[in-house]
């Protein structure tokens, strides 16, 4: 099994910046692309980012030139900065680890991101 703890949500005005970290901890041997997802109100689970374990990055459009990925392999952590946040950012969200072989998908328990106008 593996484990995946958020951390870093919280309360910011629009304009204003986050980072969001994500420890994964168990059985990670097998583990590759880990990314971030989020649900924000009215809509479905969607996702923001992903980066593989040789560093490939992808984006969501509405992200993009906002938001970086990086991850620390030594450290199994991948963390999100999100810059120039917008209220249509509101909402939790959720790192998420597959496995390279089996395609297992893992996930944490969200963490709750708020952006006022």
């Known amino acids: 099994q593996v484990q995946l703890v958020e951390s870093g949500g919280g309360l910011v005005q629009a304009g204003g910046s986050l980072r969001l970290s994500c420890v994964a901890s168990?059985?990670?041997?097998?583990?590759?692309?880990m990314g971030w997802y989020r649900h924000t109100p009215g809509k479905r689970r969607e996702l923001v980012a992903t980066?593989?374990?040789?560093?490939?990055?992808d984006y969501t459009d509405s992200v993009k030139s906002r938001f970086t990925i990086s991850r620390d392999n030594a450290k199994n952590t991948v963390y999100l900065l999100m810059n120039s946040l917008k209220p249509d950012d509101t909402g939790v969200y959720y790192c998420?680890?597959?496995?390279?072989?089996?395609?297992?998908?893992?996930w944490g328990q969200g963490t709750q991101v708020t952006i006022s106008s």
């Open positions: 980066i593989t374990k040789d560093f490939t990055i």
């Open positions: 168990g059985n990670i041997v097998g583990i590759g692309i």
């Open positions: 998420n680890a597959q496995h390279r072989t089996f395609g297992w998908n893992y």
